[in-house]
């Protein structure tokens, strides 16, 4: 699975819990909002409880 170049950023047309946690360690110094495929890895985290994110940021802050 790691052998997809960090210089592919698009959406996944599936996204695996597991997968989304390589995602977002190999995509760790993209930005949130400049990079798809990390977005879609975070949504997957969030939607299945693996993550929780901070309530005291803004949305559309430009998080990593």
Do not use: W
């Not at 695996?16 to 495929?37: E, G, K, W």
């Amino acid at each position: 699975m790691r052998d997809i170049p960090i210089t592919d950023h698009s959406e996944f047309p599936v996204m695996t819990v597991d997968y989304a946690h390589v995602i977002m360690q190999n995509h760790i110094d993209c930005p949130i909002m400049a990079c798809p495929v990390k977005r879609q890895a975070k949504s997957c985290l969030v939607q299945a409880g693996r993550l929780t994110p901070d309530s005291r940021r803004s949305s559309s802050a430009m998080g990593y």
